[in-house]
């Protein structure tokens, strides 16, 4: 799905924000990305037709929630598009929000968090570097970093010892000034896609509930 990359990416920063004609941010509002667009509601679902609801399956930008929205019936809301999700959503598309498990997910929603996971940390690229600048000990023998695919003890060293010389300000700069850290962005793309999928993890770096 490249256009859904190639959308996501070109959005502002991704931040819970939205701006004014006067400028001014308004941080109460959150955003999600439609993964799937149910017109006529869940499969399983045996009731009539005209009793199912229209339904979107969709990814919260600054949680990586999973939801999924109860649509009006003068939504219109595609794959790939952009919604209001809190804290009121918007009234003339979404009637209600579900935060849902990962397994609750359609099988088209699955393909297209992977996708939707790298537009939004492209999108967004200063607040996943600054992970690595600020990333802290979780205890004595453990450190935030070390939750990060392939990073151990000696990696994570490299990357402390680095950010001490000054800030990373980009991806590129991370795996040039980092010997052995060749794919910061896909490193951290997996750990948010492993807390998705895991319920169970213990640590969770990315992934809150809304």
Not at 74 to 83: K, L, N
Not at 112 to 124: F, N, P, R, T, W
């Amino acid at each position: 799905m490249r256009l859904f990359f190639k959308w996501l990416v070109h959005v502002d920063s991704g931040m819970s924000h939205s701006e004014n004609d006067d400028g001014d941010s308004d941080m109460a509002t959150s955003y999600a990305v439609v993964l799937d667009y149910l017109p006529h509601g869940r499969p399983d679902d045996t009731r009539p037709q005209y009793q199912k609801e229209t339904l979107a399956y969709a990814l919260e930008e600054q949680t990586f929630g999973l939801l999924e929205l109860t649509l009006t019936d003068e939504a219109d809301v595609g794959i790939v598009d952009r919604v209001a999700v809190g804290p009121e959503p918007d009234a003339d598309e979404i009637e209600s929000v579900t935060q849902i498990d990962f397994d609750a997910l359609s099988r088209s929603a699955v393909s297209e968090l992977e996708y939707a996971v790298e537009a939004i940390i492209e999108g967004d690229e200063q607040r996943f570097v600054d992970f690595y600048n600020n990333a802290q000990p979780i205890s004595l023998r453990l450190h935030q970093l070390n939750l990060l695919p392939g990073i151990g003890k000696k990696l994570r060293n490299k990357i402390i010892d680095e950010r001490k010389r000054g800030p990373f300000e980009s991806f590129e700069e991370l795996s040039e000034r980092v010997g052995g850290l060749h794919r910061p962005k896909e490193v951290i793309a997996e750990r948010i896609l492993e807390e998705l999928r895991d319920d169970d993890l213990k640590y969770k770096l990315f992934v809150r509930p809304a």
